[in-house]
């Protein structure tokens, strides 16, 4: 049974804050690796994906893999109130894309 | 210019009724997903078609039925609705099978009486 692990939250940063965001799974075979934000009432949207080891940036977003480990993590830096949202992990070997359940992030103005 | 559209985006309707969910995207993506994401938001895979064949069938009751008459759509019937099938449906699409990032619709919102 692959597992996809995240803390349900809720996560509290202050606006301006860095906001980390992490994310374990059990299947080492896996291949890539996804976060998804997710607003109340909406659908998941794509905002990340890593395929190697190491950092990936985009803008205010970073995703940190570590495939020894089976970590992946989500920073967010310069917090604003509109990331304030579910962060859904996602990882995929070669079919089925498994979710974790998500961590709610919080911001505060 | 919606990317994965859903019909209809809210769905009421009593136990034991059929209804379809129906869902194209025009990304020319090759792979369809139905997702259910239920009371808890816990997403889950339900089936996967990629250009109209099954790939992907999960442990889904068999009064789910999908039906993908072509690569751009893939539709979502349900037979002698339960109180347990309430919950939000999400369809999603991807350039390929296998690893590639997913678009997902708007959602429906199933709710039973």
């Known amino acids: 049974q692959k597992e996809v692990e995240q803390n349900s939250g809720p996560l509290s940063v202050p606006e301006g804050a860095i906001a980390s965001l992490n994310c374990t799974y059990s299947d080492r075979g896996s291949q890539s690796f996804f976060w998804y934000r997710q607003y109340s009432g909406k659908s998941p949207e794509l905002i990340m994906f890593?395929?190697?080891?190491g950092d990936k940036e985009d803008g205010r977003f970073t995703a940190q893999l570590n495939k020894a480990s089976q970590y992946v993590s989500l920073l967010i830096r310069d917090s604003q109130p509109s990331d304030s949202a579910t962060y859904l992990c996602?990882?995929?070997?070669?079919?089925?894309?498994?979710f974790g359940k998500g961590t709610m992030l919080l911001v505060s103005p | 210019d919606t990317a994965v559209s859903q019909t209809p985006k809210y769905l009421v309707t009593q136990m034991g009724n059929d209804k379809s969910i129906k869902c194209e995207q025009n990304?020319?993506?090759?792979?369809m997903y139905w997702y259910k994401q239920d009371s808890k938001k816990f997403l889950k895979i339900m089936f996967s078609?990629?250009?109209?064949?099954?790939?992907i069938n999960e442990t889904v009751p068999n009064r789910f039925s999908p039906k993908s008459p072509d690569k751009a759509h893939l539709n979502l019937h349900i037979n002698s609705l339960e109180l347990g099938d309430s919950a939000v449906y999400f369809c999603a699409s991807s350039q390929a099978s296998g690893g590639q990032p997913q678009h997902f619709g708007d959602g429906t919102r199933l709710s039973i009486l």
């Open positions: 078609y990629n250009n109209k064949e099954l790939i």
């Open positions: 990304l020319g993506h090759d792979t």
């Open positions: 996602a990882v995929t070997g070669y079919s089925t894309l498994t």
């Open positions: 890593i395929y190697s080891n």
